[in-house]
């Protein structure tokens, strides 16, 4: 009995770990999709964004395993969270100029997209964690609202103070974008991309190609409006 029930306590504790590891990456989408909501919308989007996450993750670890033997999903889900990564960069100060609801429903929108992409890792770990307890992986998953919730109100803040963490930000997004293309099943097979430097170059690619794709989209719409740029300061 005692054996089980420091069984059952190793494995909480483990999830709870996991959680607490794995947490930031969807934080950092949330607060990078929240951050110009007004304040009220702010709050709602935290909360609707992070169970919205957890929602997602539950559906994932029903068809974790099949997704993960899909070949060109993962690289498809890299290129398309570079998208992402891109576009909340050009929305910054934008979303001012909506409506509130719709701008609100725009970034959960953006957050329900990078989630499904990038949760595949907490799946996997927290399911592993619970040995295929199904409670067990519901406490996690539970568990990590408001973890997300929490860490995505203190990188908000940060933003607020430190405007540069918006590019921080997005260019980590396409840094898990490059390690989540290198583990596509089509390369599995391909012994040289099999190594940390390769992993450490095909993330440091995904970064850059986010900051720089930002960038030039940004200096093409001064060219285009040279005004917008000044009226926005």
Not at 87 to 110: F, N, P, Q, T, Y
Not at 172 to 193: H, R, Y
Request: charged share 10%.
């Amino acid at each position: 009995m005692s054996s089980s029930i420091s069984a059952l306590a190793i494995q909480i504790t483990q999830i709870i770990w996991i959680d607490v590891l794995l947490s930031g990456d969807n934080a950092v989408v949330i607060a990078l999709a929240c951050r110009s909501l007004p304040g009220r919308k702010k709050n709602i989007g935290l909360v609707l964004g992070a169970s919205a996450a957890v929602i997602m993750r539950l559906l994932l670890t029903v068809i974790v395993l099949n997704l993960m033997t899909i070949p060109w999903l993962k690289i498809v889900s890299a290129v398309l969270l570079i998208y992402i990564a891109v576009k909340l960069l050009l929305d910054d100060g934008e979303s001012h100029s909506m409506d509130e609801a719709a701008s609100l429903w725009h970034a959960i929108k953006l957050i329900v997209i990078a989630d499904v992409i990038m949760s595949l890792d907490n799946v996997i770990a927290v399911a592993a964690a619970a040995r295929g307890s199904f409670p067990l992986i519901l406490f996690g998953l539970i568990l990590s609202i408001p973890l997300i919730i929490f860490t995505s109100q203190l990188f908000i803040a940060l933003i607020e103070r430190f405007r540069a963490l918006i590019w921080a930000g997005a260019a980590l997004l396409g840094w898990i974008a490059g390690e989540l293309c290198l583990t596509d099943p089509i390369l599995s097979d391909v012994s040289f991309l099999q190594n940390d430097m390769s992993n450490y170059t095909a993330s440091t690619l995904g970064a850059f190609s986010v900051l720089i794709i930002a960038g030039l989209f940004r200096q093409r719409n001064i060219n285009t409006n040279p005004l917008s740029d000044d009226q926005s300061g």
